[in-house]
């Protein structure tokens, strides 16, 4: 939708004239009523959900962020709640629940049906990390001694949300999964022909405890639209969608990217906007303040070298350009090798052949990059005033080793860190960015002014 359209819906809304836009509403996807809604009052939104049905407005509601889920939550009745909350999906309702605080989970149970006030407690008991936590309720089974046709009534009889339907799970009568059926399947198959002899027994399925970002891989792996979920009896509990698993790696993928960026993570879903400053401030506060205290080394090396940064100034104006490019190459080699074990392409055991491929790389960049310093140094020097004893091809071939040297260093600690958390059993994110940015200036104001001192036998 247009920005002029969404101001004119705000304006509407607040004039009172909610009804004006449910014509044009009832015509739109569900996550486009969310997004035109989204920007009203609770009021407001609770006056336009009234011309829908109670399927709508959970789908509706499902696709608000938590912050503005729990903030209607809040300021309606639990008895008008309800029906919202009951008909979203079980593991979107799950979702909400557990952000939800201990007084609010008990104020909104008593509202709801016995069926929906089991399930959900069920499925908030797994860890949201787990495929438990991530699973969904909302799927249809069926037995293997049945018909074709009395499958098809008791698949209609469950009847799961159509985005559900597309596999229909085959269990015995202790709800142990035997195989699974596709919905061509059934409606290719004869209707008295017996499940039995189009199920699909060798199938793909995933533990209730297991990680879910090893759920998601599972799914993008074998190319699935949904996974189930048993547990440790072989049971059918639930199942893992392809939304879920898109859900889960945005997720991992923005914790891991602020990992690597030294900001802490928190357990919350809420946008860059409806994050508070000060979450924002605890989020990178740590990281920041720990690093900068770990920088002071490179005060107390410069500080050991003042005397030779006084006999050669011309050191000093090229300090920066060294530890810049040592930073770009450890962070660049970070990235790359941190992307590599989040894809399952590589693992600590092959340290060896990683850091000598990184030395190989490492080197040619260094010689590029080392041609390119000397030359500049030449370029941007040759008026500069230097002791009679040294010439300034002497202090270019310095600085361009020096940093050759530091890109090679650098490059090396950017991939053999990630590799060391990993082996530890840490996120090799953690050791990324910021980090690897404070260690490789550190070691790089020591390979600086080793490597002139000497050749330069200061």
């Not at 952000?99 to 407690?121: C, F, G, N, T, W």
């Not at 270019?396 to 991939?415: D, N, W």
């Not at 860190?417 to 104001?445: H, M």
């Amino acid at each position: 939708m247009r920005s002029a359209e969404k101001e004119n819906w705000i304006v509407l809304a607040e004039k009172q004239k909610v009804r004006e836009l449910i014509p044009a509403l009832q015509k739109m996807p569900s996550v486009e009523i969310a997004e035109s809604l989204e920007q009203l009052e609770e009021a407001s939104i609770l006056a336009a959900f009234d011309y829908f049905e109670a399927e709508e407005q959970a789908k509706v509601f499902s696709h608000f962020d938590i912050a503005r889920q729990l903030s209607f939550f809040q300021q309606i009745s639990k008895k008008r709640f309800a029906p919202i909350f009951e008909n979203m999906a079980s593991d979107d309702r799950c979702d909400l629940y557990q952000h939800m605080s201990q007084d609010e989970q008990a104020a909104i149970l008593p509202y709801l049906s016995k069926e929906a006030r089991e399930d959900v407690i069920k499925l908030s008991a797994y860890p949201p990390e787990t495929a438990g936590g991530i699973m969904s309720t909302d799927f249809a089974t069926i037995l293997a001694s049945m018909t074709v046709d009395s499958a098809m009534a008791k698949v209609r009889r469950d009847s799961p949300s159509k985005k559900m339907i597309y596999y229909i799970y085959v269990v015995d009568h202790r709800m142990k999964m035997v195989g699974f059926v596709s919905l061509k399947d059934l409606i290719m198959a004869s209707p008295n022909q017996l499940i039995s002899e189009i199920l699909h027994d060798n199938f793909v399925y995933t533990a209730v405890d297991e990680d879910r970002e090893e759920v998601a891989k599972r799914i993008e792996d074998y190319d699935l639209l949904a996974l189930p979920v048993l547990n440790n009896a072989e049971q059918l509990v639930g199942i893992v969608t392809q939304d879920d698993a898109i859900e889960v790696i945005r997720a991992e993928h923005t914790e891991d990217m602020e990992k690597f960026m030294g900001i802490m993570t928190e357990s919350s879903d809420n946008d860059y906007i409806h994050t508070s400053s000060m979450q924002h401030f605890r989020k990178r506060v740590v990281w920041i303040v720990s690093l900068a205290a770990v920088g002071i080394l490179s005060g107390v090396i410069i500080h050991r070298f003042e005397s030779t940064l006084e006999a050669l100034i011309i050191l000093a104006l090229y300090m920066p350009m060294v530890a810049d490019t040592g930073g770009n190459s450890g962070s660049q080699a970070a990235t790359v090798i941190v992307r590599a074990l989040a894809l399952g392409q590589i693992n600590p055991k092959q340290w060896l052949k990683i850091v000598f491929k990184e030395f190989k790389i490492s080197s040619m960049l260094a010689v590029c990059l080392g041609v390119l310093a000397f030359l500049k140094v030449l370029f941007l020097s040759w008026e500069t005033s230097i002791p009679s004893e040294y010439t300034l091809t002497q202090l270019a071939f310095v600085i361009s080793l020096a940093l050759s040297l530091q890109v090679v260093s650098a490059t090396c600690i950017g991939a053999s860190l990630p590799l060391l958390v990993k082996k530890f059993g840490g996120d090799p994110a953690v050791a990324a960015s910021p980090a690897i940015t404070t260690v490789v200036d550190i070691t790089g104001l020591l390979i600086y002014f080793t490597v002139t001192i000497t050749l330069l036998g200061i």
